[in-house]
């Protein structure tokens, strides 16, 4: 019997980092009987707790955790994973990506020296080095990871969100817009989530009087109540649904089919959307939405969250996307399809074993 343990953010029912979760297993279930899966929550507190001699392959999920506030990587998951292969025990890194870093650095623009001790840098080169395999979510990171000496073997896997199942494109022509709201607590590029939702509620506004309806829906009950706030910022309600529940992804990839495009704060809003072949505006609130955004060739589609031009710029994009909707469909089909087969090359190369 081998013994897995999977690392990421799971137990606040935050839709995104479920499904990567659901995901994983999905791939995991085709390895057979002789294969035993444990999680454990990537904070610290779990994971200075975690038995790692039990493993035999330790596997950072999923989502933004290679980095934390501030930082370019983790300290606590560095020692994690370092500490497993002083264990001998092999570690594999599926899909992460970087987060929580400065707009700058984007472009590697006014790159400050990564502020962590010696001791961390040359464990985190020996964590990407013996690595057994290294997937990261988009070329931003790569780039990032690299600049700061990670000389190991970096693809870029995409975000294992990429292996939600495609669904059957319709050809959307009801006017209604998805659109994803929420709050990361005054953690976004500009530090104020009111402008930026009253810019929101201007462009919404605006697409309204175009003749759209707007469709509210979440991808974590925690973003209900400002939800609700931003609603009542629309002039007309009866051209507004506020969905309440948090849907299971396939639910919500039916839904979408309904949708002309949509907008989306939270990231994984954005890949549902993709698998649903529905055309998206992102809102670029930090580092990942960027990073996903440049791994499917579509970075015209974001718009920075401290854009003092963001309610011009959604409408714009909602006149490109009427105009070219069937290329960018055809970009996010040959993308999702593209980061598929690279997501699952683990599990058929036999990297785990």
């Known amino acids: 019997m081998k013994n897995v343990l999977y690392i990421g953010w799971i137990g606040y029912h935050n839709l995104g980092d479920e499904l990567m979760f659901d995901l994983f297993k999905q791939q995991f279930s085709r390895l057979g009987e002789d294969y035993k899966l444990d999680l454990v929550n990537n904070e610290k507190r779990y994971l200075d707790n975690a038995p790692l001699h039990v493993y035999d392959l330790i596997v950072l999920g999923g989502g933004s955790i290679i980095s934390g506030p501030d930082q370019i990587m983790q300290p606590y998951i560095i020692e994690t994973l370092y500490k497993s292969l002083q264990l ?122 175009k003749g759209y309806k707007i469709y509210f829906y979440l991808v974590w009950q925690a973003d209900l109540e400002v939800t609700k706030r931003l609603c009542q910022k629309l002039t007309d309600q009866q051209a507004v649904i506020l969905d309440e529940k948090v849907y299971h992804q396939d639910e919500l990839m039916a839904l979408m089919d309904r949708f002309a495009f949509t907008i989306n704060f939270k990231l994984h809003a954005n890949y549902l959307s993709l698998a649903a072949q529905t055309p998206f505006i992102a809102l670029g609130y930090r580092f990942k939405i960027f990073d996903f955004a440049a791994s499917i060739d579509l970075s015209d589609m974001v718009i920075a969250t401290d854009d003092v031009q963001l309610s011009e710029k959604i409408l714009s994009l909602e006149q490109q996307i009427i105009t070219n909707k069937q290329n960018i469909a055809d970009t996010m089909q040959q993308y999702q399809q593209m980061y598929q087969k690279k997501l699952i090359i683990p599990f058929e190369q036999g990297l785990y074993l």
Request: aromatic share 8%; hydrophobic share 40%; charged share 20%.
């Open 88 to 209: 001998n025990k092999k570690i594999m890194i599926w899909g992460s990506g970087i987060d929580w870093v400065p707009k700058s650095y984007i472009a590697l623009d006014s790159l400050i020296s990564w502020q962590v001790s010696p001791d961390i840098k040359q464990k985190a080169q020996t964590v990407f080095k013996e690595s057994v395999w290294t997937g990261v979510r988009g070329p931003l990171t790569q780039q990032l990871l690299q600049h700061c000496g990670m000389n190991g073997s970096i693809e870029i896997s995409g975000d294992p969100a990429f292996l939600l199942d495609q669904t059957s494109v319709n050809e959307k022509t009801e006017k209604m817009i998805g659109v994803n709201w929420g709050t990361s607590y005054q953690n976004i590029y500009g530090h104020d989530e009111i402008t930026l939702e009253n810019r929101l509620a201007s462009a919404l506004n605006q697409l309204i009087a």
